[in-house]
């Protein structure tokens, strides 16, 4: 995969922020659509992984974004493979965990897989969506 940007940041709650700013570049010359997308679900994706996965403020997320015909969006984090959980249902009245429900509905693909010590959310988008 070319990567387009890689983002190191800090594992504290001004990471999605950085992570939208950071990829910015990358998504300029898509679709507004796309590029909101690509947005939303990086953002989702970077604050579960401070939530969930980051122990002190010293742990980093790495955001990957690259791609062609399709953009590829990889987080890392320093937290443990889970499986991904069944998609919610928008009668589901629970007030959180949206993030993945929104990233299932939303990306063309996406997965968890083990990455060095770590593990990575990644998802797919397609460019050309208007």
């Not at 992570?19 to 579960?48: F, K, Q, Y």
């Not at 693909?109 to 797919?124: D, I, L, Q, R």
Request: net charge negative.
């Amino acid at each position: 995969m070319d990567w387009h940007t890689q983002l190191r940041l800090p594992a504290e709650s001004i990471a999605p922020a950085l992570a939208r700013a950071g990829i910015r570049p990358v998504t300029d010359g898509l679709s507004e659509r796309a590029a909101a997308d690509i947005a939303l679900l990086t953002s989702e994706i970077v604050a579960n992984a401070v939530q969930h996965a980051s122990e002190t403020a010293a742990d980093e997320v790495i955001v990957r974004i690259g791609g062609d015909d399709m953009i590829r969006v990889e987080v890392l984090d320093c937290g443990v493979l889970f499986d991904p959980p069944t998609p919610r249902r928008p009668w589901d009245a629970r007030p959180n965990g949206w993030g993945l429900y929104l990233v299932d509905s939303v990306a063309r693909a996406w997965g968890v897989e083990s990455e060095g010590p770590g593990k990575k959310v990644w998802f797919e988008l397609d460019p050309k969506v208007q």
